[in-house]
Every structure is written in structure tokens, then in C-alpha cells.
């Protein structure tokens, strides 16, 4: 069992078991075992990284609910919590996983040089870029008397860590302003994460050995429908499924009914363990980890939030779906026949990642001609294989 430690931080998985175990009242030797951390280090985080929700009270002299004041620190776990009026203390995984990470980044920004040294750059620096000077020329004309890089400097300057600001760069001036969407992480429900997070993937070797990854792809704005993608990493093999809309609801009934399409057998062989990414439209994913009779046959992970190449495979395959429909194209017009066209050309194409085999002879060996003609694709000769809009021969509408 690993030591507990406390020079290590806390992960969103870690968080997610800390809130877990609040909520369903566990003692704080359990918490801090089942993540190797010491009871100081998990009490001074939900002291830290709780957030305290404050209510109107008719009671002047009492604000605070007196729980917190013990352990658990926290109201998660109160049941008197939806009605009472004093202040409390909640320890929710994402908000503390966002404060902390903030707090660490704000404690690693900025510049390390003393006052007496920002000065001096200062003194040097900022008439001249007044001036209209360029920072290299300021810099090269200085460099022997300058503590840092070229590259520092302009971050010192883009601080607003010198009198002359970045107006005075004329590159700046005239680039377009882009607005970086640095909002915080949906709410998410801990327990659907529970277990399911992509460092648990990672754990689980035997998971590892054979698994399918999903996606959604979408049309343009005013598309309702999108494809619901299924692709075999092991062999590079992809088909989709057309929904109706990009909802939860519609990916857990289209992968409940290629359940009962393919029957427990195969389905269980080649569906053992699915990874796909934390969009909302997989919030009901793990319904499918059991079967009508409640027997587990699937394990569901989610890849970390904004990491892509924890799925770069299927995310790779896509573009090969963007020759045919390029991307502001709707889905509207498409039919689920016209997808399976698509995919067997997609499947048909021979790739140097596969030793210039194409998916289709390897998902014909691994899979079987009986699961591909259950999902409807099938060999389309090397010469005939088109991946281009004609191949769908639809007006589609693009904006």
C-alpha cells in the first residue's frame, strides 16, 4: 500500500473521493487512506477549498451552523441542510479542484526579480519602447545589462510589469483580440466520475488490452442531427450511428439498441470497455455497464476535461469523415444508409499506421463478417473507394 504523503498534490480523482466519502459519512482515516494522504493534508483541504455559502438568518448571534466546527467540516452530508438558514460549508470536487489549480498558477505567475532589478529594467526599457522601438532592438542594444532573456522581457511588459505597457507594441496594437473561452469546468456529478476517470483507465491494464472509444461529431449550427462515432483504436476501425440530436438520452438508447442488435455474445466480446470524453451527451453512459438482467457486462471511463489526445485515435479518424462532409455541412438530409456508405469507404482506405492494411480486413479477422453485417458495412474494392462530397451525391447545405 503506498505511504501517505504530504508533498504531493491533490488530484480532481482524489477530490472526487474526498467529497464521496463526506457525503456518505465516512470517518477521515477512511478518506485519507483510500488516498494515501495524511488526515492533516484532507482536513486542511476542505478547510481551504470548501466553499462557504452564506444565508440570511433572523439571529444575529448565530451566522455559523455549528457543525462546521467539527468534523466533517462540511454540510454535504446534513439533512437538514436544504432548509437551514445559517451559514455553511460545502466541499464540492470541481470547485476545489478549480480554486486550487487557480491558487497554484497565481502563486507560479509572474516575475522573480527583486524590486531594484524590475527598476533598473524599467529605466532601461520602457522610455525607449515609448519611443516606438521594437523590444529586440531595446533588447540587443542591452543585452549585456539585462538579467533575462529577450522573451521574459516581453512578458514583463504584457504583465503591465514596466511603466510602458503592450500598447506601445505596434504588433499588439494591430492584432486581433482573441477571446479565450478560461471559464471553469461544468458541474459535474461526482459519482458518475467515480472510478470511471482516465488515470483509472490507465490502471486497469487488462482494460487497456481491448476498448472502444466514442465521440459526436455535429453538422453546421442549425443541424439537428449528429453522428455518434464507435472506433476499435486496436485496429483503426470506425462506424457511426446518426441521432436524432446531440443529447443524452439519444446515445444511450442508439447504444442499447446496437446492444440487442448484436446479442450479449458479441457485444461482450468486443464492447468490454468504452472511453469517451466528459461531453453532457455521455451523462447517462454508465446505464450501459449492465445488462436487462443487472449483470455488468461494460466498463465506462471519461477522459480528462480538454484532453483530446486521451482519445487522439478516434479524433484523428474524424477527418477522414470531413472529406465527404466538410465541416458546416448539416446532418439533416442524411440518412443512416448514407452514414454506413461513408464509413465502408472510410473503412476501405489502406493506412501505413495498419502496415497498409485498411480497418475492414482487420475488423473482418477480429470482429467477423457477422458483426459487420449487422452493422451494415462492407468491402468496397481499393479502386472504387471515393472520399469526396460527390460520394454522397447530396445538395447538402452548408453556411
Not at 137 to 143: A, G, Q, V
Not at 297 to 304: G, K, S, W
Request: proline share 4%.
Amino acid at each position: 500500500m503506498k505511504e501517505a504523503t504530504n508533498n504531493s498534490h491533490f488530484t480532481l480523482r482524489d477530490r472526487i473521493k474526498i467529497q464521496i466519502g463526506l457525503e456518505t459519512g465516512i470517518t477521515i482515516k477512511e478518506i485519507a487512506d483510500s488516498i494515501h494522504f495524511s488526515r492533516q493534508k484532507v482536513y486542511r483541504e476542505i478547510f481551504n477549498n470548501g466553499l462557504i455559502k452564506k444565508k440570511h438568518s433572523p439571529n444575529p448571534l448565530r451566522r455559523d451552523c455549528l457543525s462546521i466546527s467539527s468534523y466533517p467540516f462540511v454540510c454535504n452530508n446534513c439533512p437538514k441542510k436544504n432548509i437551514c438558514i445559517l451559514k455553511g460549508r460545502y466541499y464540492y470536487a470541481d470547485h476545489a479542484h478549480n480554486l486550487a489549480s487557480f491558487r497554484l498558477h497565481s502563486s507560479r505567475s509572474g516575475s522573480q526579480l527583486s524590486k531594484e532589478q524590475i527598476a533598473s529594467i524599467n529605466s532601461l526599457v520602457s522610455p525607449r519602447l515609448n519611443n516606438g522601438q521594437s523590444i529586440h532592438h531595446i533588447y540587443e542594444d542591452h543585452k549585456a545589462e539585462l538579467p533575462i532573456c529577450e522573451r521574459t522581457l516581453r512578458h514583463m511588459v504584457n504583465r503591465n510589469e514596466l511603466d510602458a505597457k503592450n500598447l506601445s507594441l505596434r504588433r499588439t496594437v494591430g492584432r486581433k483580440l482573441t477571446h479565450r473561452n478560461k471559464s471553469k469546468l461544468l458541474p459535474f456529478d461526482p459519482y458518475l466520475l467515480s472510478n470511471r476517470m482516465y488515470d483509472d483507465f490507465l490502471d486497469n491494464e487488462s482494460a487497456r488490452t481491448w476498448y472502444v472509444e466514442l465521440d459526436t461529431v455535429i453538422g453546421n449550427i442549425n443541424s439537428q442531427k449528429v453522428l455518434l462515432t464507435i472506433f476499435f483504436p486496436k485496429i483503426g476501425f470506425m462506424f457511426a450511428r446518426l441521432l436524432a440530436a446531440k443529447e443524452a438520452a439519444f446515445v444511450l438508447t442508439e447504444l442499447q439498441s446496437l446492444r440487442s442488435l448484436l446479442g450479449p455474445k458479441l457485444w461482450q466480446k468486443f464492447f468490454p470497455v468504452i472511453l469517451t470524453d466528459r461531453g453532457l451527451e455521455f451523462n447517462h453512459l454508465p446505464q450501459i455497464e449492465s445488462d436487462e438482467a443487472g449483470q455488468k457486462t461494460t466498463e465506462v471511463y471519461f477522459t480528462d476535461a480538454y484532453r483530446s489526445n486521451q482519445k487522439a485515435g478516434i479524433e484523428s479518424n474524424h477527418r477522414l469523415i470531413r472529406y465527404v462532409i466538410p465541416k458546416g455541412t448539416s446532418f439533416d438530409s442524411l440518412t443512416q444508409n448514407d452514414i454506413d456508405i461513408l464509413f465502408s469507404n472510410i473503412n476501405g482506405l489502406r493506412r501505413q499506421s495498419l502496415n497498409n492494411s485498411s480497418p475492414f480486413e482487420l475488423a473482418k479477422k477480429t470482429l467477423g463478417l457477422k458483426f459487420l453485417s449487422l452493422i451494415n458495412i462492407y468491402y468496397i474494392p481499393s479502386k472504387r473507394i471515393v472520399l469526396k462530397p460527390s460520394l454522397l451525391n447530396k445538395k447538402a447545405t452548408i453556411v
